[in-house]
């Protein structure tokens, strides 16, 4: 089981950024993918953006070309730069990893962090 934990939320200004850090603890084997979930009040979690292990990337459409994803595997952690931040990227942000265990699939969540843009 893989122990996640967040920082780097809190209240920006829209077009403001921060960064998002998440490091990942206890029994790791091989996490193939690690990314940033996110969840606004009424709305389900979706995805924000995944980096796999040799670092290819995907974005939601929404955050392409103002969030940046990237993993450091020595400090087993992954990022998430946010740049030019809307009122819309206001949600509980939830790191994610998923490591192969046995042949089974192991889903990790953090607790999550909160990234609230308002004026």
């Known amino acids: 089981q893989v122990q996640l934990v967040e920082s780097g939320g809190g209240l920006v200004q829209p077009g403001g950024s921060l960064r998002l850090s998440c490091t990942a603890s206890?029994?790791?084997?091989?996490?193939?993918?690690m990314g940033w979930y996110r969840q606004a009040p009424g709305k389900q979690r979706e995805l924000v953006a995944v980096?796999?292990?040799?670092?290819?990337?995907n974005y939601a459409a929404s955050t392409k070309g103002r969030f940046t994803i990237s993993r450091d595997n020595a400090k087993n952690t992954v990022y998430l730069q946010m740049n030019s931040l809307k009122p819309e990227d206001t949600a509980v942000y939830y790191c994610?990893?998923?490591?192969?265990?046995?042949?089974?699939?192991?889903?990790?969540w953090g607790q999550g962090t909160q990234v609230t843009v308002s004026s």
């Open positions: 980096i796999t292990s040799a670092f290819s990337t």
């Open positions: 206890g029994t790791i084997f091989s996490i193939n993918t």
């Open positions: 994610n990893a998923k490591e192969i265990v046995g042949g089974a699939l192991q889903n990790s």
